[in-house]
């Protein structure tokens, strides 16, 4: 098993910038899909931006080109780097974990709350 813990989340104006970090409890070298998921108030929890341990990156399409996310594998650390952050990406942010030989296993954090308002 794997345990999760977000922080970095804070108040910020539209136009802001907010980094988000994960760290996990063990070895993330080995974990198949380190992500990110927000969820708002009424609505369903979406993936933000996932990042595999080849290196392939995927991202909400709201999100391209304002937010990265990056793995630190020395450090167990997974980040989520928000620029240009919107009031539409107010969320609780969770950092999820997902590995296995059929990623079978799954692992999710508590959550950070971002909220984007003037």
């Known amino acids: 098993q794997v345990q999760l813990d977000e922080s970095g989340g804070d108040l910020v104006q539209p136009g802001g910038s907010l980094r988000l970090a994960c760290a996990a409890s063990?070895?993330?070298?080995?974990?198949?899909?380190m992500g990110w998921y927000r969820q708002a108030p009424g609505k369903q929890r979406e993936l933000v931006a996932r990042?595999?341990?080849?290196?392939?990156?995927t991202y909400l399409d709201s999100v391209k080109g304002r937010f990265t996310i990056s793995r630190d594998n020395a450090k167990n650390t997974v980040y989520l780097q928000m620029n240009s952050l919107k009031p539409e990406d107010t969320a609780v942010y969770y950092c999820n974990a997902v590995w296995g030989p059929t990623l079978e296993n799954n692992s999710w954090g508590r959550g950070t709350q971002v909220t984007v308002s003037s």
């Open positions: 990042s595999s341990n080849g290196g392939t990156t």
């Open positions: 063990r070895s993330i070298f080995s974990i198949n899909l």
